[in-house]
């Protein structure tokens, strides 16, 4: 399996960030945690939140009322959005893969996505 | 949440030196820990799962070990590409957490 990032590199303070995540080498309704993680500039990991291939959605509790993801299974890919941005969710974003059986558990995460750089600024 | 701690912040070392990474989690969480090692400007890359499991491709060198709340990092024998950032994580509950971090360095 393979992971690619695309969206905007700049998006301006209150907007929304829009990214997504194609999926190659297998399929997004296999039995998989698809996740988003983000890294701060010079900062640590910080895990955004899940979707499950049933649908499923499990967000930080630190972004939940600002944060959606979904799946469009046609395309094999999944997607994040990030509402009300300011200059703090600059970050480089990561999508990533839990490769658990079960909707009840999480495993690990591998592969991951290169990553892409999303500045907020006006 | 479960707040991972990761000790030292940083360390400088030299090839051929073993290295020891710990992470203390604030609860337990059995065996649910994994590492990843970070180079500069890439993806976090899976060193370690399940706290002793190493990744398939992953040098020998690295070993995991611990459970309930304390679990160590070790490289044997640095070699230069291993000079990178290191983080733990947690799969134990939601939301997933990661450690602060560890940059090794070259004396």
């Known amino acids: 399996v393979q992971l690619q990032e695309s969206g905007p590199g700049l998006v301006k303070p209150s907007g929304t960030l829009s990214l997504t995540c194609a999926v190659s080498?297998?399929?997004?309704?296999?039995?998989?945690?698809w996740t988003w993680v983000r890294q701060p500039p010079g900062k640590g990991l910080e895990w955004i939140g899940e979707?499950?291939?049933?649908?499923?959605?499990n967000y930080n509790p630190s972004l939940k009322s600002r944060v959606t993801i979904s799946v469009d299974k046609s395309k094999n890919q999944f997607s994040l959005k990030l509402s009300s941005v300011t200059a703090a969710d600059t970050a480089v974003y990561y999508c990533?893969?839990?490769?658990?059986?079960?909707?009840?558990?999480?495993?690990?995460?591998?592969?991951w996505g290169q990553g892409t750089l999303v500045t907020v600024s006006s | 949440d479960i707040q991972m701690t990761q000790s030292p912040s940083s360390l400088s070392t030299s090839v051929g030196d073993r290295v020891t990474i710990t992470c203390r989690a604030s609860?337990?969480?059995?065996?649910?820990l994994n590492w990843y090692q970070q180079k500069p400007g890439k993806a976090p890359n899976l060193l370690i799962y399940?706290?002793?499991s190493l990744q398939s491709g992953v040098p020998s060198r690295f070993s995991g070990s611990g459970s309930g709340t304390d679990f160590t990092l070790t490289i044997s024998s640095l070699q230069p590409e291993d000079f990178a950032s290191y983080y733990c994580?947690?799969?134990?509950?939601?939301?997933?957490?990661f450690g602060g971090g560890t940059k090794v360095e070259i004396k």
């Open positions: 080498g297998g399929s997004i309704s296999s039995s998989n945690w």
């Open positions: 994580q947690q799969t134990y509950s939601s939301p997933l957490t």
């Open positions: 609860q337990s969480i059995s065996s649910y």
């Open positions: 979707i499950y291939h049933s649908g499923s959605t």
């Open positions: 990533t893969r839990d490769p658990t059986s079960s909707s009840w558990t999480h495993n690990w995460f591998d592969p």
């Open positions: 399940a706290a002793s």
